[in-house]
């Protein structure tokens, strides 16, 4: 079955620092990639995607590569601030047939930043 | 995108009762998944909610336990039976438009 891996947290960091949260993934197909992000107190909200190989998501300063070669899609800032904490999950979702498929998320990664 | 609204947004209900949670999202979609998100924990899928049909249920999910409906594209219900303090988790709802799920605020349940 599918799964997503992800480095766990919290992860501390000052503010500026650079940031990189690992999740690699297994799949039997051809996923797309997610990264969601919960902030204190709110719901779930979609931060960045990508469909395919090679394909770069980017929000809010956030990066993330599809690499298939490592099966990865790590998170990448360059410079983090203080509302950037937050608890941040990698999800994929396989499409197969065009049958109903949900996400399969990471444990997800508590990531906090002190100023 | 989809802009979706759940309620109640919390609640307490006491052990062997039953508690019902909406789902509505701001324009048709094909798409609808009920999620429970443990305290501490990632998203775990409970069930694919089917319009017009019965709700396709995750390993370790059963109808008897959270029983779906489904009237219409915009509308969604998920019930959580016969509770205990086991069940005590965010439920979300979530759904699909194009290639993205979207996600409601969630509904935090405790059961005493």
């Known amino acids: 079955g599918n799964s997503v891996t992800q480095m766990e947290g919290p992860v501390t960091l000052s503010e500026e620092a650079f940031l990189t949260i690992n999740c690699t993934y297994t799949?039997?197909?051809?996923?797309?990639l997610f990264w969601y992000v919960q902030y204190p107190g709110e719901g779930l909200q979609l931060l960045l995607k990508a469909t395919k190989a090679d394909d770069k998501g980017s929000n809010k300063g956030f990066e993330a590569t599809y690499r298939k070669e490592t099966t990865s899609f790590h998170l990448e800032k360059g410079s983090v601030q203080v509302s950037d904490s937050a608890v941040y999950f990698c999800a994929l979702s396989e499409h197969s047939g065009g049958g109903a498929d949900g996400l399969t998320f990471g444990k997800g990664t508590h990531l906090i930043i002190q100023p | 995108s989809a802009v979706i609204s759940q309620k109640p947004s919390r609640d307490i209900c006491q052990r062997g009762t039953s508690l019902t949670i909406q789902c509505q999202v701001d324009s048709q979609v094909t798409m609808m998944f009920w999620y429970r998100q443990q305290p501490g924990q990632s998203l775990t899928l409970i069930a694919t909610a089917n319009q017009g049909s019965e709700a396709t249920y995750e390993s370790g999910f059963v109808i008897d336990k959270f029983p779906i409906s489904r009237p219409n594209l915009t509308f969604s219900t998920l019930t959580v039976s016969n509770m205990s303090p086991e069940d005590s988790s965010i439920y979300l709802c979530?759904?699909?438009?194009?290639?993205?799920?979207?996600f409601g605020p969630g509904t935090r349940l405790t059961v005493l």
């Open positions: 979530s759904a699909r438009a194009g290639d993205t799920q979207y």
């Open positions: 799949a039997t197909g051809y996923p797309s």
